[in-house]
């Protein structure tokens, strides 16, 4: 399933700084479509707005994806978040089962269970001129951790499937079952990108984490309550508060509560 082809490259790592600084450094003489690089332990693994990400040695997905999404307008690179978290969405959907209720994406890409993430992902763009000419997209995945240290003020409790299942998993069947879905969200991405989008958005839209109802969120002005109103397919973020206000805001803007 995860062989290398000309379309497709696996680099499998013992130990890194992190896959996605890995991948920063990465200039083969030619790319492929895709290349997944995996590891059993990040030294330094990082997560958004600059946390760490914990995770014990072989016990969880560390992996990143690059790509060179050329045809993807700037604008609309959201998408990619799109395609990814939704990628870890079904998998882990698909190894809960009847239990995969309350499997969301928290915008803008995190995976949580309830009121736990589950997931994490990152991504790194490079620019060249009007183009975005590599995408790395870094991804934690909670499999078989079993404890996690108590989380900082303000940050969301870790939870694993082991936790949620009480067993072990098989991290490569859960992986590639994430890599072959991310395959073909891109695959329809480069060949019907306009009705791609739509799709992937609407499936993006309908898994958010707090999707109905009114919920406590925290911008430059304080607290409030509102509802999500849309995600944008530039990736911004639209709420509706008590008044009846619309309010949008880019990642790093605002935050749950």
Known sequence: MLDDSPYFKLIELDETVSTNTFLQGYRPAQLTDITLVTTEYQTAGRGQRGNSWESERGKNLLFSILVQPTFIPPQQLFILSEAIALSIHSAIVQVLGNNASDVTVKWPNDIYVGDHKIAGILIENDLQGSKISRAIIGCGVDINQASFQEPLPGHPTPVSLFQLTGQTAERSLILGEIVENFKRHYAALQGHFASAVEALHQRYVA???????????????????????????????????????????????????
């Open 207 to 257: 898994t958010l984490y707090r999707r109905e109802g009114f919920h406590s969120f925290h911008d430059e002005n304080g607290d409030f309550k509102a509802e999500i109103a849309d995600v944008e397919t530039t990736g911004h973020l639209v709420l509706r508060d008590e008044q009846g206000a619309l309010r949008r805001y880019a990642f790093k803007e605002v935050s749950y509560l």
